[in-house]
């Protein structure tokens, strides 16, 4: 009998190193996976920035031409920059402004929505007032946001209906 419980001991105890073995290699798994998470690209504040300019004009021509499909879509490419603004530039003490966006944003879908180009213009002028409003707020009042002239790409055409 006492045997027998030796043997169920040392059983027990194997058993236990094996598990701690796991978990040690699992904590191995986590650190060397965080290391790659920590080292991963993440875009900045001044890319998703670059990127929310590009659709701001051709937002622009988008809605100028009533081609509201278009301009849809391109209202659509800046709320989800700004979301990913929210998402990844936690670090960034100055997207605790970002909310005054929201509001302009929302006028000119409801805009696009109406498919009313009086309404689009005087909308436009507000986001782009606001994306300034929001650059002085938070010391980049040097970075001017205006409507543009020109497309930012002659390989596309905005005034296309279907
Ligand atoms: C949270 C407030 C905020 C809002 C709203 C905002 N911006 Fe910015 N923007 C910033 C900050 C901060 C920077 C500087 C980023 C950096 O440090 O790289 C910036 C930078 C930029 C840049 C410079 C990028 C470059 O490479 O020259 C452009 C262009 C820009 N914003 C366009 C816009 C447009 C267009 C809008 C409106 C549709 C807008 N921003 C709305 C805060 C804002």
Redesign the pocket.
Known sequence: MKHYAKIVALYLLSACTQQNDKLISLQNQVDSLQLKLNDSYKP???EF??N??VH?SKLWFAGKNQNWKLAGFEINE?KESFDDIKKYCTDRP??K??G??EQPLQNITKAIEHKNLNEFINSYTV?TT??NS??KA?N?GF?V?TTPKTPPFSNQNYSLHN
């Open positions: 900045g504040l001044g920035m670059g929310v300019q701001h800046i100055e997207i402004d970002i005054m966006i986001l606001t994306c929001c650059h938070t980049h970075n946001i």
